[in-house]
T-cell receptor, first 115, second 115 residues
Framework: DTGVSQDPRHKITKRGQNVTFRCDPISEHNRLYWYRQTLGQGPEFLTYFQNEAQLEKSRLLSDRFSAERPKGSFSTLEIQRTEQGDSAMYLC?????????????FGPGTRLTVL | GESVGLHLPTLSVQEGDNSIINCAYSNSASDYFIWYKQESGKGPQFIIDIRSNMDKRQGQRVTVLLNKTVKHLSLQIAATQPGDSAVYFCAENAGFSGGYNKLIFGAGTRLAVHP
């Protein structure tokens, strides 16, 4: 257990439905990242926050995706009008500013299956 | 585009043998690399990192080698154990110079350790 938690761990939904995932980072970490991982592939960067500010978004994050971190603590990732191509593992990670040990703290992920 | 890839998708070794997992990267400006281990159903787990001003770094039973001339990275695991069975990813930190950790992952190598 790295200290980063994600909820739910698994989500099955029908195409067109909205889903929301939550990430609780390590409490003193001010940076939070979302990655997406499809089967057999490495994780792909989606977005990151420094405190409550969303500082970068990948082109992978279409307008159906929105991420928030309203109080600089937990974060949510919402996918609207889900598509089958959204099926993946959604990973959250956190780090301290200026950490020199790399991005070592990933959560267990939320596995999304869109039917 | 910039990418990090792996030469061997699957590696099978006998328990007690040494394992070598290889990785090629394409961005010659990258200055920081990380190896992760990912077990089924879990998020990536930090193993070891290396900066571009080094060519070798050792941890507990693991060694990372960096050859910047040919843009090649390897992870050596000594005395491989069944608990080492997992998928291993190398990752290139594309955002470190900006103070944050935007990682580009390769596709991964599955390590299978046989008794």
């Amino acid at each position: 257990d790295t200290g980063v938690s994600q909820d739910p761990r698994h989500k099955i939904t029908k195409r067109g439905q909205n889903v929301t995932f939550r990430c609780d980072p390590i409490s003193e970490h001010n940076r939070l990242y979302w990655y997406r991982q499809t089967l057999g592939q490495g994780p792909e960067f989606l977005t990151y926050f420094q405190n409550e500010a969303q500082l970068e978004k990948s082109r992978l994050l279409s307008d159906r995706f929105s991420a928030e971190r309203p109080k600089g603590s937990f974060s949510t990732l919402e996918i609207q009008r889900t598509e089958q191509g959204d099926s993946a593992m959604y990973l959250c990670a956190s780090s301290l500013r200026d950490i020199e040990d790399g991005l070592g703290f990933f959560g267990p992920g939320t596995r999304l299956t869109v039917l | 585009g910039e990418s990090v890839g792996l030469h061997l998708p699957t590696l099978s070794v006998q328990e007690g043998d040494n394992s070598i997992i290889n990785c090629a990267y394409s961005n010659s400006a990258s200055d920081y690399f990380i190896w992760y281990k990912q077990e089924s159903g879990k998020g990536p787990q930090f193993i070891i990192d290396i900066r571009s001003n080094m060519d070798k770094r050792q941890g507990q039973r693991v060694t990372v080698l960096l050859n910047k001339t040919v843009k090649h990275l390897s992870l050596q695991i000594a005395a491989t154990q069944p608990g080492d069975s997992a998928v291993y990813f190398c990752a290139e930190n594309a955002g470190f110079s900006g103070g944050y950790n935007k990682l580009i992952f390769g596709a991964g190598t599955r390590l299978a350790v046989h008794p």
